[in-house]
């Protein structure tokens, strides 16, 4: 989940290129659309977005998809912000944040809940 155009679809064309099935969302609202339809193992959102975005989104994720892998990009963020995720700080290297995604992926796969 993205609000930005350019990095939300490289970002995905990049993991879809490395073999990972991937959707996106623009916005908060959009992102719960696609927890409710698919099946999604890691869920990597910017931190700050429209509609849902900053804490309230980290609080939605905390209570509602806890048994979700979560990956936190931010601009914005402060790193001595505590949030309970992986936070990757813009700008990040695709292949820095491949990595963690399937270090995430492997865990899902292996039964380890977050």
């Known amino acids: 989940m993205e609000d930005e155009d350019a990095i939300r679809l490289s970002l995905r064309d990049f993991l879809r290129g490395r073999g990972y099935e ?3 969302a623009s ?3 959009g992102a719960i659309k696609q927890l409710l339809d698919n099946d999604v193992d890691v869920i ?6 429209d509609i849902l975005g900053g804490d309230y989104w980290v609080k939605f994720l905390v209570r509602y998809c806890p048994d979700k892998k979560v990956i936190l990009t931010s601009g914005f963020l402060r790193p001595d912000f505590k949030v309970p995720f992986d936070v990757v700080y813009k700008p990040f290297d695709y292949a820095e944040l491949e990595i963690l995604v399937g ?4 865990e899902v796969r292996d039964g380890r809940v977050p």
Do not use: E
Request: no cysteine; charged share 25%.
């Open 22 to 24: 991937v959707t996106v």
């Open 44 to 49: 990597i959102s910017d931190y700050r977005m």
């Open 103 to 106: 270090r995430l992926v492997s």
């Open 27 to 29: 916005d908060g609202v």
